[in-house]
């Protein structure tokens, strides 16, 4: 099955400045990697997703990129501020209508 | 977010005991997953339905945990003779087949 390792556990950044979160997947079959953001007791939301047709999605301060080739995606995230300390997960699937597989999660925390 | 809910948000219960958990998403969502979220890691995946038909158990740690949904709406996960290592946060999440998967709110389960 597909297995996905993330990296940094932790982060921490000053406000302002920029945060990058790394993930890896093992499956090539994987076409589908959205990430999602928890702040403590709340329920993961969707921030971005990605699918492989594409190597590059922004989204105002969120950008992913993903290298098929090398079975990697990053989640990048500028002008950070203090609303954005949370814990991010990076996920793969083969399509989006199936079970996701979570990597370890960042906690990202952002110092005023 | 707002399109689904579960209950009851917490549950405390003694080693041994029966528990469910309830998820309750709005109608036309034709896929639903329960995943399974340790303290400090990601969730992982325990099963998912399309409609009524539970197509994917295969991440139910043990025989005590049953999941259902009889009309395919509301489904309930069933935990029996609960363990202390089945406390967790229980996260349903549902979507409209190929389309992204939104988290409910969580049930934080307990065992004394």
């Known amino acids: 099955g597909e297995n996905v390792e993330q990296h940094p556990s932790t982060l921490s950044v000053q406000e302002g400045d920029s945060a990058v979160i790394k993930c890896t997947y093992s499956d090539s079959a994987s076409n589908y990697f959205p990430w999602y953001k928890q702040e403590l007791g709340k329920r993961p939301q969707l921030i971005i997703d990605?699918?492989?047709?594409?190597g590059e999605k922004k989204d105002q301060r969120i950008a992913v990129t993903l290298n098929k080739t090398a079975k990697h995606f990053s989640l990048h995230i500028t002008e950070t501020q203090p609303e954005d300390s949370a814990v991010y997960f990076c996920a793969a699937t083969y399509n989006a209508g199936n079970m996701l597989t979570f990597g370890g999660g960042t906690r990202l925390m952002v110092k005023p | 977010g707002a399109g689904v809910s579960q209950s009851p948000r917490y549950k405390v219960a003694k080693r041994g005991q029966d528990v469910a958990l309830r998820c309750d998403p709005i109608s036309g969502h034709v896929s639903l997953f329960w995943y399974q979220q340790a303290l400090g890691q990601g969730p992982e995946f325990l099963t998912y339905f399309q409609n009524e038909a539970q197509l994917d158990k295969s991440g139910l740690p043990s025989d005590r945990f049953f999941a259902e949904r009889p009309e395919g709406s509301v489904s309930t996960l069933k935990i029996q003779r609960t363990q202390q290592e089945d406390s967790a946060v229980y996260l349903c999440?549902?979507?409209?087949?190929?389309?992204?998967?939104?988290f409910g709110p969580g049930t934080r389960l307990t065992v004394l």
């Open positions: 990605i699918r492989s047709n594409v």
């Open positions: 999440a549902i979507s409209s087949g190929r389309e992204t998967q939104y």
